[in-house]
């Protein structure tokens, strides 16, 4: 198995509401990222998990959780987010965290804030 | 110092013709630089990368070009195919601190057949 997988493909979700973005991989990767894609814009650093333990925050707001459960699946809670949060939500993955070792992206999650 | 700048924003190109996008880096202590490529409703998929030492590297019909004194490193397409026709990403890295991706603004390409 040579793929990240997200779940849910769409979703739209009201102001107040509270959801979860999910991601998996089984490529045996130590290190997986959430990346936020607005329209024909470059992907942008959120998370970095490293052996399941945070590693980078870029200065991600509060109402955006993420949660790395065990090596295979990583999370992104969402709360009271605001419309200008819709985005395309990238998961990646890599053997170890850095760039060098090549990042697996998954297909993304479209996320409407209504 | 920690951008990178990638042009042109679009290009547009024959079938079988060159494509060439180009970036530029200001931070010498990058020593990674792949080049990623996404299709629409896709995550970006490593295409091609390079590390300083090398002034050129090529896979197929995908060759990295890179100048080290002038801090430029660009992307050539030879042969290009409507299948190609996508937007393309450069980015860079510092390996050694394990940072992650700083990506360039991308490129989007259209073949025309």
């Known amino acids: 198995d040579t793929e990240v997988t997200q779940t849910p493909k769409h979703l739209v979700m009201g102001m107040t509401n509270k959801k979860s973005l999910k991601c998996e991989q089984h490529?045996?990767?130590?290190?997986m990222y959430w990346y936020k894609q607005k329209a024909k814009k470059p992907p942008e650093l959120m998370f970095v998990y490293s052996y399941e333990k945070l590693s980078i925050n870029e200065s991600v707001p509060s109402r955006f959780s993420p949660e790395c459960p065990n090596s295979s699946l990583l999370n992104l809670h969402l709360h009271a987010l605001q419309p200008e949060d819709s985005a395309l939500y990238l998961c990646a993955s890599s053997q170890e965290q850095g760039a060098v070792y090549g990042y697996t992206f998954g297909s993304g999650t479209r996320l409407t804030v209504v | 110092q920690q951008q990178v700048k990638q042009s042109p924003q679009s290009l547009i190109v024959q079938k079988g013709g060159i494509s060439i996008i180009n970036c530029a880096y200001e931070n010498t202590a990058f020593d990674y630089f792949p080049w990623y490529q996404q299709f629409p409703g896709k995550g970006p998929a490593l295409l091609i990368a390079?590390?300083?030492?090398?002034s050129e590297k090529k896979e197929g019909r995908f060759t990295i070009s890179f100048n080290k004194s002038a801090k430029q490193f660009s992307l050539h397409i030879m042969d290009s195919q409507p299948g190609d026709s996508a937007t393309y990403f450069c980015?860079?890295?510092?390996?050694?601190?394990?940072?992650?991706?700083?990506f360039g603004k991308g490129t989007t390409l259209s073949v025309s057949s």
């Open positions: 390079i590390r300083p030492d090398v």
């Open positions: 980015a860079a890295s510092i390996d050694q601190a394990g940072t992650a991706l700083i």
């Open positions: 490529m045996g990767h130590r290190a």
